[in-house]
């Protein structure tokens, strides 16, 4: 593990594009950072602002959020019940239990959910299970960190139409990273005309934005155009043909 904090285990989390995210933010002069398709929470987990909101329209990943902030000692006595063993990881949240607050019970069962559903895309079932597991007694041992930054957070569970109404003023970065039309990775995904709208909200903001997707994916071209730039990344782990990963970042933010 980096020495960023992570947290879940997700797919399209962009853990990697933190420093370059973070370094537009300080351009931008701006105070509050709006992470509007929150996920993971990798970036916002990341990031150095006066204010953070995150937000995901999936209500599940947002309770798990909310479950940090309210109840952290709660949470993590949660996460030593799922990491007791290898064993008991494996059945966690199948077997019935005693719990104090169900909030924070089902918050660890998504948790559970989320770090061993995708993770292992390809793998064999115990294999993504011991990766998962390995992986949460990681995450455990920066869980005060975590935890921290997480009191800090706004935590909202919004559409992107939304919070950009809520949050639109001169103040505001809004980070913009949706999930790519067809590409069902989500329990909620993304259509055209999702994009469509995202396209005529962005048009007519008032805060700055920053948005990527990956360079080589057509949709964003034809809907967006050309970006203003595009930045290469190491694909750590990655077969030798697939070395590095390319982003392309939309933005309205205009350098001196
Ligand atoms: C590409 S992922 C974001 C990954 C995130 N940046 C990270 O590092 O983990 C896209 C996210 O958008 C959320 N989402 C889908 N439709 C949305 C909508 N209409 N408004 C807000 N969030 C949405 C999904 O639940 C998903 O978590």
New binding site residues.
């Given amino acids: 593990m980096r020495n960023e904090n992570r947290f879940l285990k ?1 797919p ?4 990697t594009l933190v420093k370059d995210i973070q370094k537009e933010f300080v351009i931008s002069g701006r105070r509050i950072f709006v992470d ?8 916002s987990l990341n990031m150095q602002a006066e204010q953070i909101v995150y ?4 209500p599940e ?1 947002v309770s798990i959020f909310k479950a940090v902030k309210m109840h952290p000692e709660e949470f993590y006595s949660e996460m030593c019940i799922m990491t007791e063993s290898e064993s008991d990881f494996l059945t966690y949240g199948s077997k019935p239990v005693n719990w104090k607050n169900k909030k924070v019970r089902d918050a660890g069962i998504s948790f559970h959910n989320f770090t061993t559903g995708f993770g292992g895309k390809g793998e064999t079932y115990s294999t993504r299970e011991k990766g998962a597991y390995q992986y949460t007694v990681k995450v455990m041992q920066n869980y005060n960190i975590i935890a921290k930054k997480v009191k800090e957070f706004t935590i909202e569970n919004l ?2 139409r939304e919070i950009i109404a809520k949050y639109d003023d001169s103040d505001s970065f809004f980070y913009i ?3 790519y039309p067809g590409r069902n990775w ?5 259509s055209m005309d ?1 994009m469509k709208d995202l396209k005529a909200v962005l048009s007519k903001i008032k805060g700055i934005y920053l948005m990527n997707f990956n360079r080589d994916d057509p949709i964003p071209k034809e809907i967006f155009g050309n970006p203003q730039y595009t930045i290469k990344y190491e694909n750590k782990n990655a077969p030798p043909d697939q070395e590095y990963r390319y982003y392309a970042y939309y933005t309205n933010l205009k350098k001196k």
């Fill in positions: 997700y399209g989390t962009k853990i509007v398709f929150g996920g993971s929470g990798s970036v937000n995901d329209i999936d990943l559409d992107f990273d949706p999930p989500y329990n909620f995904s993304f999702d």
